[in-house]
């Protein structure tokens, strides 16, 4: 019987994106190597997917942070500060 298969999802087009296919794309995203018609799915599901769009910020977030630092630019203050805070949860555990 032709309508056996009633789930003809992998004949229709491309109309939406899943939380993976969404955390998987988010560095094409980001570097501009993305489809505009993904982009448009992309930033859809976001606006539709707070997990995501959590993920997204994270991710987004970190990378900004790690393009615009160099371990030449962390200033000595935040070393001593960092090292002073890693030597203090040391001792109270
Ligand atoms: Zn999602």
Known sequence: MPTDQPNSD???PMDRLTCQQVT????????GDMQPET?????DHLQGC????A?????NST???ARSLSYDD?????CTR????????IAGK
């Open 10 to 12: 992998a004949q229709a």
């Open 82 to 89: 960092v090292r002073q805070f890693l030597l203090k949860t």
């Open 39 to 43: 982009s448009r799915l992309f930033t």
């Open 63 to 65: 990378v900004r942070v």
């Open 55 to 59: 993920f997204f910020n994270t991710y």
């Open 24 to 31: 998987e794309a988010i560095i094409d995203y980001l570097t």
């Open 74 to 78: 962390v200033p000595d203050e935040m």
């Open 50 to 53: 707070p997990d995501c769009l």
